[in-house]
């Protein structure tokens, strides 16, 4: 049984969006709850880093971040979309809660390359896998499983990375970051039609870019047997050098948001197959970011099973 390293800190919490937003803190709070409950697997805690800015512009320009920082308002919120959608917001404490959860990710992409480590999660927010190059979208500035692919690739003799997301919203950040690189594979599986409407099986990059959308009311069965056949297999093929996962959570049943059928223990079978590509081509390594889910009690069940998918 592996051990799993867990980066967050407390910033992570301190980001607000006003009451009623599905993005809240008490989903990062349940997590870290449910966490601390598992007495079967070996876990160790460390605190997210800020991120360097040079690190972030691997993908990012500094323009963008520079735009965005200035924004931060003194208090209260402020929406960085145009309305109707200014649904990605932005606090007084935001500009660390970014820096924190992206530079999660680089942390542990340094514990994967120079140790003995093989499996990291990182449990921070805000989330990522939306935002663009320069597009901030759906609750997302930086993206921080870009970012960390970037930096393996800058950082060590690591050349293909794969990033699996099985977030239920399409990651339509993660895919125009990568959409002409065939050294990244980006594969997704995700409702379709819902946010962000993107994902549809004919994007497919460079040939590096696997799309899986399916309709509302699959069930964990049909969704497991998409997966395989359209996710995994494909990554199988490239033979990734090291594996990312967009871990959201809100293709299970309880989810508000979207009306896909997993159960808890499902997450397990999902990670399950990701950690035997790692362990036959990634020597094992995989680092997860948490993206979506927005149901508390479904994150806190769906936790543990991803956490112990992890750590076979």
Known sequence: MENIRIYSHSACLSKENGEGHPER??????????????????????????????????????????????MIPENGLVGVEKEPYADT??????????????????????????GDLKRIFCAVRPPGHHAETSRVN????????????RYLQSNSEIKKVAIIDFDVHHGNGTQEIFYNDDSVLYGSIHQHPLFPGTGLESEKGV????????????????????????IIKNVIEFEPEFIIISAGFDAHKRDPLASIN??????????????????????????????????????????????KGLSV
Do not use: W
Request: net charge negative; charged share 20%.
């Open 89 to 114: 917001l932005l606090c007084p404490n935001s500009k660390e809660a970014i820096l924190r959860a992206c530079g999660a990710g680089i942390s542990a992409s340094d514990d994967l390359i120079g």
């Open 207 to 230: 040939g590096n870019i696997f799309n899986a959308p399916i309709e509302s009311g699959t069930s964990s069965t049909e969704f497991i047997e998409i997966f395989n056949d359209k």
């Open 25 to 70: 803190k008490e989903r990062l709070d349940s997590i870290l709850e449910s966490i601390n409950d598992i007495d079967d697997i070996n876990i160790d805690f460390k605190d997210a880093p800020l991120a360097k800015y040079s690190d972030i512009n691997l993908v990012h320009p500094q323009s963008y971040l520079d735009d965005i920082f200035l």
């Open 138 to 149: 759906g609750f997302c500035f930086v993206n921080n499983a870009a970012v960390a692919a």
């Open 262 to 307: 997993l159960n808890s223990e499902d997450y397990l079978t999902l990670t399950q197959a990701i950690v035997e590509v790692a362990n036959q081509y990634s020597d094992g390594r995989v680092i997860s970011f948490l993206e979506g889910g927005y149901d508390l009690l479904a994150l806190s069940e769906s936790i543990k099973a991803h956490l």
